[in-house]
């Protein structure tokens, strides 16, 4: 299957509603293209830890004219502190909000996850079809198009399939079955969980180190 410079809209599948996916759905849909997204999950995902928004893509987002939403919804992290047992901070390292230069460890744009794919499913959703619930449960090829079958028996025509479901995307294992393990195990392990402040806290970001091969953060 060709695509020249010059090709009609292309109908486009996208296999996961994350925040690449959706990005890609966005830029598809402006230039024309019909794009429907399938996402496994009954509903938008939107929930996660923390995102640092940087470089690329901050003028990824200012180009979407999604910039000043983002700012709206900025978490409230001036900066990191390394703090002692005590939690008394023994070296402070600010964000740098200048607009100039690069980030620090703590990024002048700090998002929820969730609120990064709900924004960016309101700038798309009126021009995308997302179909939730549902997965690529295969699909074959020839030159003409691509024909997606779905989990819930359906299938359908498209002239382009994009793998955007994670790190262990099933569509990359299916293009690509012996290629390398999207996993590289270091012995490192990481919990996440989420405590509501209070009005003592302090906004810095807090990590200490309690003992050596171990680290507590606090955002």
Known sequence: MSIGPKSRP?????AGAGVAGQALAFWLARGGHRVVVAERFPELRAYGAQVDLRGQGI???????LLGEFKNNLVDEPGVAFVNANGKPRATIMANTSGKGRQTLTSEYEIMRGDLVRILNDATRDH???RFGVSV???DQDDSQMTARFSDGTSEGFDLLVGA????????RAFLPDGLDPYWRTGIHMAYWF??????DDPLSATQYPRTGRK???S
């Open 10 to 14: 292309l109908n486009v599948l996208i």
């Open 59 to 65: 003028d990824a987002a200012d180009a979407m004219g």
């Open 128 to 130: 995308v079809e997302y």
């Open 137 to 139: 449960a295969g699909f």
């Open 165 to 172: 479901d994670g790190q262990s995307s099933r569509i990359r």
């Open 195 to 200: 405590v509501p402040l209070i009005a003592s």
């Open 216 to 218: 507590r953060t606090r």
